[in-house]
């Protein structure tokens, strides 16, 4: 039963928007402005790059917070990676928002930190690479996701559910991906 309420207060933590409280601290609904997504680059564009690492560090934290306490429980990964999957489903549709929230990038490298640093390092190495040759932060992370899913798939380390939420961000950013394809 103690999995049940990890998975579920997983979710509830992930519905803790901080874009929208950055916003409310701004007097603005960030849902109102340019792309309406409640992520750190939507509040780095409407409020500036203060915005932008409130917004990032605190849905970062969401991701290290559940495999913290997942750690400290002494679940296995694969609970833990379930409740990233549930964290991130949080905060890609959270239920008080009517399901419209960010797109998880913060969240999964918050995770992705502390699941495996090791990992997390060759995840970062891709992603600077892909952005600096993609000219794109996001097709860059994209890519950075992509090789790490292969990186955890050929090592066996990490259960399916982790790439599962990896498939979850790449759906949420499949428009970047069309238009920067197209």
Request: net charge positive; with cysteine; proline share 1%.
């Amino acid at each position: 039963m103690m999995v049940v309420y990890y998975l579920f207060g997983s979710y509830l933590l992930g519905t803790i928007m901080t874009a929208w409280l950055v916003g409310k601290w701004y007097g603005q609904s960030l849902q109102q402005q340019f792309s309406g997504n409640l992520g750190a680059r939507n509040a780095g564009r409407v409020f500036g790059k203060k915005a932008f690492i409130l917004t990032a560090v605190g849905d970062g934290l969401k991701g290290v917070i559940v495999v913290v306490i997942g750690r400290y429980i002494g679940y296995e990964n694969t609970i833990i990676t379930w409740a990233v999957f549930c964290v991130l489903l949080g905060h890609l549709y959270p239920f008080w928002l009517s399901f419209k929230g960010g797109k998880g990038v913060a969240t999964i490298v918050g995770a992705l930190i502390t699941l495996n640093t090791l990992y997390f390092s060759a995840f970062i190495i891709s992603f600077i690479v892909a952005t600096y040759l993609l000219r794109s932060a996001t097709f860059g992370l994209c890519v950075a996701l992509i090789l790490y899913s292969a990186v955890v798939i050929f090592a066996g380390v990490l259960p399916a559910t982790l790439i599962c939420s990896i498939v979850l961000i790449l759906w949420k950013h499949r428009q970047n991906i069309k238009e920067r394809l197209i």
